[in-house]
């Protein structure tokens, strides 16, 4: 693959596995990844996040039951022709324009042991010496896309670089927390020294959390364990990166923005709030059905 010249992050792994527990029922069938955000798939957002970001190449890494997917993102099926047929072409437009802009690969995760299993089964995908993971259960909304803003961060510091968010004393245990190593400047890159998966509060390093957008280094790949240490443990990617933190260095970035979370039931149903009060969407509407219900 040739990808442009001075773009500097040009791939991205989209880890889209997992088994969804959350989602039960509806995952039983439908890839949570495909549940719609008004009409269009959680993972049409990211794509177009990450193209406006610039990357080339996006790979997905799926399970085999989770094929729908790929084939979300492919053209040429029998529905995409009878729709031509049947005169829907334009309902198509907006997807078809992102697929130009973009190539898809996918590689498979037979067994879903962990975020940092999923990214190392994209190892023999990645070509470049740093590359983005972005993770289908953040979305955010925001003036300038995420990962472009963590492009140009990283433009500066050239090393592995995670998207860290504020969050409350009561919800710090549910994420990796960082310890910054400097001064923390919003919108700039800074030097970390530790990194907690899922810290008591009491042991919380700091407030910040990271979020799913990362930029890796390759090197990454050298400390992700193949196979699980023990039983009902997962393989972390936090783990990893707390590795890189000594050996080669890693940055945190506290991007601008609101994230989302629709890896649950309930940041689902706030997403589909947000985009339906988007300018362009059903705004007045929306905002009328409020006001009616009383709220
Ligand atoms: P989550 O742990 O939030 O997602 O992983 P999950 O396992 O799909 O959902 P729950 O927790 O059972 O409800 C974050 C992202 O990493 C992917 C998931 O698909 C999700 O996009 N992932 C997770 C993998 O690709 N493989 C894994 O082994 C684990």
Redesign the pocket.
């Known amino acids: 693959m040739c990808y442009s010249p001075g773009v500097m992050i040009k791939q991205a792994v989209i880890?889209?596995?997992?088994?969804?527990?959350?989602?039960l029922p509806v995952t039983k069938i439908v890839p949570?990844?495909l549940l719609p955000i008004m009409a269009k798939p959680v993972l049409q957002y990211i794509v177009e996040e990450l193209v406006q970001s610039g990357i080339e190449e996006i790979i997905l890494?799926l399970s085999p039951e989770k094929e729908s997917i790929f084939q979300y993102f492919s053209e040429g099926s029998f529905i995409d022709q009878l729709l031509d047929q049947r005169g829907h072409e334009d309902k198509l437009l907006e997807l078809r324009r992102l697929l130009k802009q973009v190539t898809f690969r996918r590689v498979y995760?037979h067994n879903?042991?962990?975020?940092g299993?999923?990214v190392l089964s994209s190892r023999r995908e990645i070509c470049t010496d740093h590359f983005a993971v972005v993770?289908?259960?953040d979305i955010i909304f925001s003036q300038t896309p995420c990962m472009q803003q963590l492009i140009r961060a990283f433009e500066t510091c050239q090393q592995t670089m995670v998207a860290l968010e504020e969050i409350n004393d009561e919800h710090i245990s549910a994420y990796g927390v960082v310890k910054p190593a400097q001064v923390v400047e919003v919108g700039k890159p800074f030097a970390l020294s530790q990194l907690v998966e899922k810290p008591s509060k009491k042991d919380a390093p700091s407030n910040l959390a990271v979020t799913g957008r990362y930029i890796l280094s390759k090197d990454i790949f050298s400390h992700i364990p193949e196979k699980l240490e023990k039983l009902h443990k997962e393989i972390q990617l936090t783990d990893a990166i707390a590795q890189l933190i000594t050996t080669s260095g890693v940055s945190g970035f506290v991007f601008e923005g609101q994230r989302v979370d629709v890896?649950q039931p309930i940041g689902f149903a706030k997403a589909n709030i947000m985009m339906a009060l988007q300018e362009g969407n059903d705004q007045a509407e929306i905002k009328s059905f409020i006001e009616e219900i009383g709220l």
Do not use: C, I, N
């Open positions: 880890p889209a596995a997992g088994l969804g527990t959350r989602f949570k990844e890494v995760q879903p042991l962990g975020l299993h999923a993770l289908p259960d890896g």
